[in-house]
């Protein structure tokens, strides 16, 4: 396939693509501006899930459509709470989309969702996994061995399995070179490069037994489903789509609150960022009538959401071409310090850390793809504006 300037294999129409062009380059660039984000334009269908988050407990097992159910299983430890599992009730059983963390609370909820439904675990008959990060792909293997359920991905997701999950010591190894050349401190390093280890416990290592195709219609009888590959989150991120029930199951590639981390890493594709922007492009104009996210609420105005993150990404990369007129030669470390979280930077955990600088990068890289950055040198790697003279 033909690759887009952008970096996603399938290039979307060129109003689209103009649509794109003209939110990230026509962003603010003028020194002092800070980035403004507009209010939510969404509305959010899934009421009870949102006072839930507000008050901070798990939301309840709803039944959203006829046969579709919403089960929240909990995250250990983590500031997403809870992801949201969705069951479609099939003749002789059913099917989930995502499945959970491997820890026993998320277990015991996800067995109690489906008994709540009127199912049981060993009712399920497929696992559909929208990307490869435990919360989503940890327990897919468990489900497995209980019920003999079929485990479906992407093939960009499932190549990185081994790699991820088994053999770590090659992605250890270059994963240390990455944040080096980003200009991690050397005494923050270790810790930054082993981060992830710690969530490698989180997962039953189980390889697919279907592989998810973009365009290509899930076998699930009595459902419509359509596979829509969405990388930038993931290599391998899709959503499913119902044109009948005229839902979007969006995993995280759209949220309704929360942008979802696109980080340069060593097993990501070259300009994640570029692929995320078109991937979103790709579903924009779908004719959906709700969204059923992996995180937080369901919502509707799809197109509105999108535009909104498309915005908040253009003012990302305003900010960091403001801070590097002031700071020519920045490392994307430094970068990263200057830019603004959802709290201080002594805060962030370890790992949140490491997730940062990868989004940093990203901008970085979407900014070098369009000449309006050049690097220099490496060991760490340095940034300017490629209008400084050299």
């Avoid at 939110?23 to 269908?45: K, W």
Wanted: charged share 25%.
């Amino acid at each position: 396939m033909r690759e887009s300037s952008f970096g996603l294999y399938r290039p979307p129409c060129r109003r689209r693509l103009l649509h794109w062009r003209r939110l990230v380059h026509g962003y603010r660039r003028d020194a002092g501006a800070p980035p403004s984000h507009a209010g939510l334009v969404i509305e959010i269908t899934g009421t009870a899930q949102r006072e839930a988050w507000d008050r901070g407990v798990l939301p309840p097992v709803e039944k959203v459509r006829p046969g579709l159910w919403s089960i929240p299983v909990p995250i250990p430890d983590n500031p997403l709470r809870y992801v949201l599992v969705y069951a479609l009730e099939l003749d002789s059983g059913v099917a989930i989309v995502d499945a959970g963390w491997n820890t026993d609370d998320a277990w015991e909820s996800l067995c109690g969702g489906l008994a709540e439904a009127g199912g049981s675990i060993s009712d399920v008959r497929a696992v559909l996994v929208t990307h490869i990060h435990p919360d989503h792909y940890g327990l897919a293997g468990r489900v497995r061995e209980t019920s003999g359920a079929w485990i479906a991905l992407h093939p960009e997701d499932a190549a990185m399995l081994q790699g991820r999950y088994v053999d770590v010591d090659d992605l250890l190894g270059r994963m240390c070179s990455l944040l080096e050349d980003a200009g991690v401190p050397e005494v923050k390093l270790p810790d930054l490069n082993m981060a992830s280890m710690m969530i490698r416990s989180q997962v039953t290592m189980a390889e697919p037994d279907v592989l998810l195709e973009d365009g290509h219609e899930v076998d699930l009888p009595g459902w419509d489903l359509k596979c829509i590959w969405t990388p930038g989150h993931s290599p391998g991120h899709v959503c499913f789509a119902s044109e009948s029930r005229r839902l979007l199951m969006s995993g995280d590639h759209v949220l309704p609150r929360i942008t979802p981390n696109i980080g340069v890493h060593t097993q990501q594709f070259p300009n994640p960022l570029g692929d995320f922007l078109e991937s979103l492009l790709k579903v924009h104009d779908l004719p959906v009538d709700e969204v059923l996210p992996a995180h937080e609420y369901r919502f509707a105005g799809l197109g509105a959401r999108i535009d909104e993150i498309i915005t908040h990404h253009a003012d990302r990369l305003a900010a960091i071409e403001r801070l590097l007129a002031k700071s020519p030669g920045a490392t994307a470390w430094e970068l990263a310090l200057g830019l603004s979280w959802s709290r201080p930077w002594e805060q962030i955990p370890d790992f949140m850390q490491r997730a940062a600088v990868g989004e940093t990068l990203a901008h970085i890289v979407l900014l070098e793809n369009h000449q309006r950055v050049r690097r220099e040198g490496s060991m760490p790697a340095r940034f300017h504006l490629a209008s400084d003279e050299r």
